[in-house]
């Protein structure tokens, strides 16, 4: 396989994984995570009878089970290629990706086997995003291997700006997998900003404990993220970050405005599953912006040299 066939394979697969997070996210809102009660198997079969929440459940593992045998299928021929050895980075992004597939597969088996528990809800939802990501990150390296691009150097505050959302935006697509595995979403009623009616600074943030807490907590780390995206926008906005630092801002900002939405009209199956999909948008555009940081030239190093170069002249 050519090098541009192999990027367009890791593209491919990030995109199909992509639909498989929206995927297990219309299980959960339809109510279908328990609609095959065993796992492996579905009622002890490989292909059960199926209705429409069996369809949705046993879909979601056979599409996952698709996206399991592609990675394998791209390592194989990534090695074949020779890319475990000649492109940087490459072999330890897909030895990480491949541990981050391991574990999804078990907490897939655990979410079914403890019963919806929380915490394996908000592990399988952030660690399927983390294992997308990493398939992104796969996917930039292979790019930049086969056709690398010319970037402008970069400030070191433009740098700390695109890791600050690498830290903030995983922890808030982690506290959104608590608050949907916890039945949080409308722990606060169907009221906005205020969480209790009431229109004080009591009011907005009533108690940090139990599910009201944890809602409260969500929309507090909501607010900060909006701030930080924006901030980082105009931080970006004369580098080589620039169309992605937008691209991340619009996308919080879509997000904070779904997450008001499905306060506000009690939790719409179509409003969820866009916030749900948002998220993973939201997360894989901020990884994206970290990889391009990490590709760029330090500005001081270019400052650096563009003296040395000056001196030689002289």
Excluded: K
Aim: proline fraction near 3%; include cysteine.
């Amino acid at each position: 396989m050519s090098s541009r066939r192999l990027v367009q394979a890791c593209f491919a697969l990030f995109a199909v994984t992509t639909v498989l997070l929206v995927f297990g996210s219309t299980v959960r809102v339809h109510g279908a995570g328990l609609a095959c009660p065993d796992w492996p198997l579905c009622f002890g079969v490989v292909v059960p009878e199926l209705d429409f929440q069996v369809f949705l459940e046993w879909g979601h593992r056979a599409l996952a089970g698709g996206v399991s045998l592609g990675f394998l299928a791209l390592g194989a021929t990534a090695r074949a290629a020779g890319w475990f050895r000649s492109v940087r980075g490459w072999s330890m992004l897909y030895g990480v990706a491949a541990a981050a597939l391991a574990t999804q597969i078990v907490l897939g088996g655990l979410t079914v086997l403890e019963l919806l528990a929380e915490w394996t809800v908000a592990s399988h939802l952030v660690t399927g995003n983390t294992f997308a990501a990493l398939l992104l990150a796969l996917a930039h390296t292979a790019r930049e291997a086969d056709a690398p691009r010319a970037r402008g150097a970069l400030a070191a505050s433009q740098r700390a700006m695109a890791m600050l959302l690498m830290v903030l935006v995983p922890m808030q697509l982690a506290m959104g997998g608590l608050v949907a595995g916890s039945q949080a979403g409308l722990a606060c009623g169907a009221t906005w900003p205020s969480c209790t009616g009431a229109p004080t600074l009591q009011g907005w943030f009533p108690t940090m404990s139990g599910l009201v807490g944890l809602q409260v907590q969500h929309r507090l780390l909501a607010y900060t993220l909006l701030v930080v995206a924006w901030a980082n926008l105009w931080v970006q906005r004369r580098g080589s970050l620039a169309e992605v630092s937008r691209l991340v801002a619009l996308l919080v900002t879509a997000q904070a405005t779904l997450g008001i939405a499905n306060v506000l009209w009690q939790l719409p199956v179509e409003v969820t599953l866009a916030h749900s999909a948002g998220a993973a948008l939201t997360f894989q555009a901020t990884v994206w912006q970290l990889a391009e940081s990490v590709a760029s030239p330090r500005r001081e190093a270019a400052s650096v040299a563009s003296l040395r170069t000056a001196g030689g002249a002289a």
